[in-house]
C-alpha cells in the first residue's frame, strides 16, 4: 500500500516538474480575468518565488483541496473541466474492456487448445493485425464504413459522433444519476434512449479495445498452453477427469492469473488511447479534451489530464492485485 | 562401430538448424517476416530513388485524384503523387523509430545495469521512479512532456525517449540481480577490476538478450505511437511527409477521398506489422537460450 | 515372448512387444523397443532401471498419456480383454476412472495449487455417482445423506423387498459422501486431521504430506492396478522410509496389483514380488525378487547388484558400470547394452536378444544363456 502513496506523489513530482518548473508556474492559476494586479498576490498565494521544496508543497496541497488550476480553453477550473467528462471516458473504457475481455479470453482460450489449426491461426493474425493497428486510423475507418458507406447503401449505418442523438436527446430527456449513459436510460425506463446511446458506443468502444483484444488473447493463449504443459494436467487426466474438468477447473484458474496482471496493463493501453478515440469519434470525454488543450496552448488541462490518468491506472492495477491475491491462494496479503 | 551422431558437430550449427526449423515450422511468421522485410526494404530504398522535393512539388490542379494509372495512389490536397509521399514518410516514421527505441535501449540499460548491480538505496530510488512511469499511461505522459518542451519533430522525439527508458531498465536489472550472483563475478573482483568496467564490460553483454527481445518488440508499438502523437498535432510540421500528419490532413476529406486516410494508415499498420513479426520471430528462436 | 508366470494366477495386465518413438528436432528417439512383460492379479510387479531406461515412459503408455510428440509404434497393452493402445479416448478416460490410478514423483508440481485438497480429492469420488449411491445403500448411510437430501426433497426408491435400490443421490449428497470417503482415505494414508487438511492448498503441506495425498487419490478410486513412478525419489530419506511403510502397509490391506517403478533396489527388495529389469528401452530380466538377488543372470542386473552395498557384503569399493547409458536416437545395433558389457561377444553386436527361461520362473535377455552361448 506504501507504494501506492509513493507512485501517487512521485506523479505529482512529475507533473509539477513539467508544469511549474519547464513552462510558466504562474500560467497554471491565471485566468482571462486576472487583472495585472493581481498578479502579485497570485504569486504570493501560490507562494510561487520560493524555493522549490515549498512550492511543491504548496501545490500538492492545492490539489488536494481541488485546486488544479485554471484552463483557459475551457473557461473553467481544470478539475471541474475535467470531472464533467469523466463518465464520458468511463463509459467508452468500461465498453472496450468488457467487449476485450468477452471476445479475448474465450479466443486465448480456443487458441491454445486448438493449438497450431486453423481457430489457432485465424486469432493469431487477428490479434497480431490488432497490435498493429493504429487506433484513430482505425476509428475513422470504422466511420468510413459504418457510417457513410452503410448509410449510401441504404443500410442502417452506425452513428459516428458524440454519445448519443441530440434530437432525439430533447424529446426523451435523459436524467443523470451515475454519468453511465446506458446504466442511467436503462434506470430510468428510458429505453429509446438506450438504444440510441448503445449505438453509439459501438463504434468507438470497438476501435478502442480492438488493440487490447490482440494483447488479451495473446497472453490467455500462451499462459494457456502453459499451464496444459504443467504436471498437475497430467495427474488430473490420470484421475481420469473429462477433459471438460481438466480444462475448466484444473488449467483455466491458473491460466487466469497472468492475464489478470496482464488486463490491468491493458487498461493503460486504453486510457491512451483515449484520446485518440474521442477525438476521431468527436466523443466528450476528457481525452478529447485534453486533446483539444494540446492544440490552445493549455498546458493545465493537460497536467491535470495526466494526474487523473495516473489515478485511474493505479486504482486499476490495485483492483488487479486483489483479483491476483483472489486467484492465487499462494499470495497473502 | 562409428556412428554419425549430431552431438559432433559444432553446437553453433546445432543452433542455427534449431532456429530454423523454429522458424519454418511456424509458416504464417514466415510469411509475415518475408512481407515484413519486403515493406522495410522498400521503405528504405523508396526515398533513395524517389526525390524528396516531391514533397514540396504542390501541383493544385491535380489534387484529390482518385488512384488511377498516372498516380497508383491518388493524390492528396495539394496535388502530391500519394505513393511517393507515403515512401518518403516511411522512411521518416522508421527512422524516428529505430532513434527512439535505439536510444531508450541505451539509456534503460545504463540505469538498470548500474541500478541492479550496485543495488541498495540507488537501486531502491530506480525502482520506485521506474513504478512511477508505469502508472501513467505511456501516450499521455508523452503528451505531457511533449506540451512542456515544446513543439517540434525531434522535440516529440526527446519527448517519447524521455517517457521510454523504464521498461528496458526493469528488465536488465531483473537479470543483473541474478547475473550478479554469480562466481566468475566474484573473480572478476577479486582481480581488483573495477565495477563500472564489470558492468559494462561483462554483465551487461549476458544479460541483454531479454531486453533486445523486448526493444524489437517495442518497435511496433513505438511507431504507432509516434504516429498517433503526430496525427494530434505534435511534431512534424504541415508539409513534411509523416504518415501520421498525412492522417490528419486527409480527415478532412474522408468521405469524397477516403484514400487520403485509407493508404497511409495501411503503410503505418504494415511496418508496425513488419517490426512485430520480426519481434516474434526473433523472440522464438532466442526465447529457448534466454531459458537455459 | 515367454513369461515367468505362475500358472495358477490371473494376468491382469499384459504388454507385448510395445515399440514407441519420441520425435524431436534431434531425431526419433527409440524410447521402447518392444517390451513385454504381465502383471498378475494382486501381485507387485517392480519396474527397475536407470534415470532415461524407460521405465516412467511405459508407465505413461499403459495409461496413455504420452506427449504429443509420442508415437506407439507396435505393440499390444490388453487390460480386462481390451488392447489399451487401440480404444477410445473416452474409453481409456473411464478405465484411468476406474481401473488404474497412478502416483507420481513430485508432489510439489503435480498437485493443482489453486485448489485445495478436498477439492482434488473430491473430485476423484463424484467422477462416478453410482459407485457413491452403492456405497450410501451399502453403508446405509440414508439417514446422514438425508439431511442432505432434505434440502432437495427427493425419497430413496425402494424395490419391492425394502432394501434401497442403487438410485442416484443428489448434488449436495453426493458431496457430503464424497467428504466423507475423502476423510476416510486420508486416514488410510495414515494423515493425522484429516478435515484441516481437505481445506488447505498444497503448498501449506509438506513433502511428505503432499504425497501421501496423492498416494490417497489413487486410493480412492480402489484400483485393479496401482501404478507408483518413483513416488519416494523427489523426498527426504526419512520421509521415504515413512512413505514405504505406508506402501508396506496398504499393501496387506489391498486387493489390487502394483507396478512399482523405482530405480532403488532396496526398495524393490522391501515390497515386490516379482521384479522386471529395464535397460535403454528394453526389458533384460525377469523373475520373483529373491531368485533376482541371489541368482542375477544379466550382466547389467549383476552391475547393478555389485553397485549397491548390501549389508551382508563385507564392504569392498563399490563397483560401478563403465561406460553411460547410451543414445536412444542412434542406438547400439544388436543387444543395446553390448558396449558396456564385459561378457560381450560378436553375436550380441548383431542380434537382439529374446527373453528365454533362465532358471525357474526366471527370464533373461541374453545371448550368454540358452542357445548361442559364445
New interface residues.
Partial sequence: MFLLVFVLVGVTIIVFFLSQVLLDPLALYITERTREDAIPALIAYYHLNDPWPIRYAVYVWNLIRGDWGYSRSLSQPVLQGMAGRFPATMELAIAAIIWTLVAGIPAGIISALKNNKLPDHISRIVALTGVSTPVFWLGLLLQLVFFYYFHLLGLPNLPSNGRYDTTLGLEHPVTQITGLMVVDTVVTGNFIMTEDVVAHLILPSFALGFISLGVIMRIMRSSMLEVLRQDYIILARSKGLTERVVIYRHALKNAMIPTVTVAGLAVAGLLGGAPLTETVFAWPGMGRLAVNAIGRNDAPLIMGFTLIAALILVFANLTVDILYAYLDPRIKY | ?A?????SWSPAVAEL??AG?LLIQNK?VLA?TIIAVAVLIAAVIGPVVINPAVATSIYLPGRLAPPGPEHWLGTDDYGRDLLKIILLSMRLDISATLTIVGADLVIGVLFGAFSGFMGGKLDEAMM??T??F????????A???A???GRGLNNLILAIIIVGWPGYTRILRGQVLAEKEKLYVDALRALGIGRVRIILRHIVPNTIYPVLVQATLDL??TI?LF??LS????GASALTPEL?RL?TAG?TY??QA?WL??F??IA??MV??A???MG?GIRDILDPRLRR | MTESAPDKSEALLQLSNVRLNFHTYAGEVKALDGVSFMVTKGEALGLVGESGCGKSVTALTIVGLLPENASVTEGKIILAGKNLLEISSEEMRKIRANNIAMVFQDPTTFLNPVLTLGEQLEEVFLLNPDELARIAAERKMEDTLVEARSDKGTQPKENAEGAPSTARLSKSAQKKLARILSIEVLKQVQLPDPERILKEYPHELSGGMRQRCMIAMALARNPDLFIADEITTALDVTIQAQILELLRQLKKELTGSTLLITHDLGVVAELCDRVAVMYAGNIVELADVKELFANPLHPYTQGLMRAIPMIDRPLERLETIPGSVPDLIYPPSGCRFHPRCPFAFEKCKLEKPELIHGGKAHTVACHLYGEGKA
Fill in positions: 562401430m556412428v554419425r551422431r549430431p552431438s538448424k534449431f526449423h504464417v509475415g520506485r521512479i513504478d512511477v508505469f502508472s501513467i499511461p505511456t501516450l499521455i505522459l503528451i505531457a512532456v506540451a512542456a518542451i511496433g508499438g504507432l504516429a498517433g496525427f494530434l498535432g505534435f501520421g492522417i480527415q474522408i468521405f477516403p486516410v485509407a497511409p494508415g503505418i499498420l508496425s506489422l517490426f512485430n513479426l516474434d
